[in-house]
């Protein structure tokens, strides 16, 4: 069955913080990079053409720069999980997120190094 949820892309995504577990990546902000697709219904939004009825992308991503640049996680894998915690935080209609987090230039060759998760509202957990 095909899923007739729509998908709100959030892309290029290019903000500096700390990430890494390297002592230089400790003290120095480096580039992140984050993509995400968030899957909800805008026909609400689509047919009353109010911005109450959608899923405010500009907020969620305001949400997304503010945790990037004020913490200071050490693994990717940590940052990409609590990035899609806020986008299901941020608004109740997102029913699922798929979303990638880069870091531009950390391995020598590489243009970037990054992790993508999927993850639905019921399924968020591992441990729930």
Same mark, same amino acid.
């Given at each position: $069955? ?5 998908? =709100?892309? =959030?892309?290029?995504?290019? =903000? ?11 003290v120095?902000p ?12 805008t ?22 720069? &503010? ?6 996680? $050490? ?10 915690? =806020? ?7 997102? &029913? ?30 591992a441990?729930?």
């Open positions: $069955m095909r899923d007739e949820r729509d998908q =709100i892309h =959030i892309k290029d995504l290019l =903000i500096s913080g700390i990430l890494g577990i390297n002592p230089d990546e400790r120095h480096q580039d992140i990079l984050v993509n995400a697709t968030l899957w909800a219904d026909r609400p939004a689509a047919l009353s053409d109010d911005i109450e009825d959608a899923v405010n992308y500009r907020t969620i991503t305001k949400r997304l720069i &503010a945790h990037i640049e004020g913490g200071e996680p $050490m693994l990717v894998e940590r940052l990409v999980a609590e990035l899609v915690d =806020i986008c299901f935080d941020s608004d109740d209609r997102v &029913a699922a997120v798929e979303l990638t987090v880069e870091k531009p230039g950390a391995l020598r060759y590489a243009r970037s190094v990054g992790i993508t998760i999927h993850r639905t509202r019921e399924g968020r957990r441990d729930a």
